[in-house]
T-cell receptor, first 113, second 112 residues
C-alpha cells in the first residue's frame, strides 16, 4: 500500500522565494495534518483539514504561510516570502478519523538561505 | 499551559536488556496516548495507542502503561535489539479532539 507521499524531499532556496510543499494522503483518509519539526520545538501542528476543509489553522505561524486541499488526494503548503527561520522539516500526515493514529510522510527538509 | 516531557533526550542500553522510556504530562486530561517511532530522515511511525481507561497495552516486545493519576506513561521494549535504535515520541490527544501534542522524543541507542 502506498503511504503518504510528500514532495520534494529536499528544498534549498534563497530568502524571499516562494516555496510550495506537496502532499498526497493515503486514499480513503479524511483527515490531513501539516506539521513542522525543529530541534528546538519538536513537532508542531500547523493546520488540520477534515474532508478537504481547513478546520484549524491556528498553528500557522504567519500570514506568509498558507495551505490548500483542493481535493481528497492532494494538499499544498506554501510559504511566500520564505525566511531563514522557516528552515525545518515539514511533515504531512493523514488519518481515517481525527483522533486515530496518524500516518506520516517522510517529510520535506527545507533550507532557506 | 499544557506540557509533555520525555525525561531523557537520549538513552543507551545493552542489547537484550529492557528499555524503559518515560512520558510525563501536566495541565492535560488526555483521552488517548500514542507512541511513535522515528528513524533519521523518516516520518514518525505509529506503534501503540492506549486509552485513558486502559492501564496497559502490549504488542509483541512492546508494552505501554498509562497512569492518569501520576500523569505518566511508560514505554518498554523487552529483549532490545540494535534495530530498535531510533527516536521514540509520545503524543497525547483529548476526548473528541483532533490535535496530537507531541513530546520532543527520546533517542534510544541499543548497543550490541
Amino acid at each position: 500500500d502506498a503511504g503518504v507521499i510528500q514532495s520534494p524531499r529536499h528544498e534549498v532556496t534563497e530568502m524571499g522565494q516562494e516555496v510550495t510543499l506537496r502532499c498526497k494522503p493515503i486514499s480513503g483518509h479524511n483527515s490531513l495534518f501539516w506539521y513542522r519539526q525543529t530541534m528546538m520545538r519538536g513537532l508542531e501542528l500547523l493546520i488540520y483539514f477534515n474532508n478537504n476543509v481547513p478546520i484549524d489553522d491556528s498553528g500557522m505561524p504567519e500570514d506568509r504561510f498558507s495551505a490548500k486541499m483542493p481535493n481528497a488526494s492532494f494538499s499544498t503548503l506554501k510559504i511566500q516570502p520564505s525566511e531563514p527561520r522557516d528552515s525545518a522539516v515539514y511533515f504531512c500526515a493523514s488519518g481515517d478519523s481525527s483522533n486515530q493514529p496518524q500516518h506520516f510522510g517522510d517529510g520535506t527538509r527545507l533550507s532557506i538561505l | 499551559s499544557q506540557k509533555i516531557e520525555q525525561n531523557s533526550e537520549a538513552l543507551n542500553i545493552q542489547e537484550g536488556k529492557t528499555a524503559t522510556l518515560t512520558c510525563n504530562y501536566t495541565n492535560y486530561s488526555p483521552a488517548y496516548l500514542q507512541w511513535y517511532r522515528q528513524d533519521p530522515g523518516r516520518g514518525p511511525v505509529f506503534l501503540l495507542l492506549i486509552r485513558e481507561n486502559e492501564k496497559e497495552k502490549r504488542k509483541e516486545r512492546l508494552k505501554v502503561t498509562f497512569d492518569t493519576t501520576l500523569k505518566q506513561s511508560l514505554f518498554h521494549i523487552t529483549a532490545s535489539q540494535p534495530a530498535d535504535s531510533a527516536t521514540y515520541l509520545c503524543a497525547l490527544t483529548g476526548a473528541g479532539s483532533y490535535q496530537l501534542t507531541f513530546g520532543k522524543g527520546t533517542k534510544l541507542s541499543v548497543i550490541p
